[in-house]
């Protein structure tokens, strides 16, 4: 039986899905071909007509999620900012808690994968290169909003300090998970650096 078009659009989106829902829980090596498709509800072999390795699938599924994921962040500093709320302190409050620590799936990749990417091939590191673009180039504006007299590359900067103390910090809390007060310290103390970084 032929696949339309659509179906095919939607059995690749359904793999991206689970590729980076089980990349981001298990990791690059712990995420197997067979499990992903199974987890689409599709057949190992139906893989192939979408990617032609799992590295390739690995490179979009991260790039995919991080630009998703700065869309995301776009969106709540927007609606912060109609409801009179600082949107930069919104997105560090809703990155670093318990709920996101406890749920790597369901969140950033870069805390869950940066590790293994950075040691990945090109395509691999080229995918996270553009997520963190995409994630900074959010807090660089809304940075720039904030403080409009501020020079842009102390701007740029303080974005990527930010970044660095949220990913930092919840990739700590996860390491602390088994010591519960230890685990809070790291999210507070990250979430602080991240405001003064933001200035």
């Known amino acids: 039986m032929r696949v339309t078009k659509q179906t095919q659009r939607v059995h690749r989106a359904a793999i991206l899905e689970q590729a980076g829902r089980m990349f981001r829980r298990d990791g690059l090596a712990g995420a197997g071909v067979a499990d992903i498709t199974a987890a689409a509800g599709l ?4 893989f192939y ?3 032609p390795s799992k590295d390739a699938l690995a490179a979009e599924s991260c790039r995919e999620s991080l630009v998703v994921a700065a869309k995301k962040w776009r969106d709540r500093a927007d609606r912060a900012r ?5 949107p930069l302190t919104t997105l560090i409050n809703q990155y670093l808690t318990e709920r996101h620590r406890d749920a790597p799936e369901e969140g950033c990749a870069l805390p869950s ?3 293994e990417l950075v040691r990945a091939k090109p395509e691999l590191r080229a995918a996270l290169d553009a ?6 180039a959010v807090l660089e504006d809304e940075i720039v909003r904030a ?13 990527l300090a930010m970044l660095a103390a949220m990913c930092g910090g919840l990739l700590l809390a996860r390491t602390l998970s ?3 007060e230890r685990s809070q310290a790291a999210l507070r103390s990250a979430a602080e650096l991240a405001r003064r970084a933001a200035g």
Do not use: K
Not at 43 to 46: K, L
């Open 113 to 115: 994968l940066g590790g």
């Open 82 to 86: 109609a409801r009179g709320d600082d």
């Open 49 to 51: 007509g979408h990617f």
């Open 147 to 159: 403080d409009p007299d501020r020079p842009r590359a102390g701007c740029a900067r303080a974005s």
């Open 43 to 46: 057949t190992h072999g139906a």
């Open 131 to 136: 997520g963190v673009t995409a994630l900074a």
């Open 178 to 180: 088994h010591d519960p």
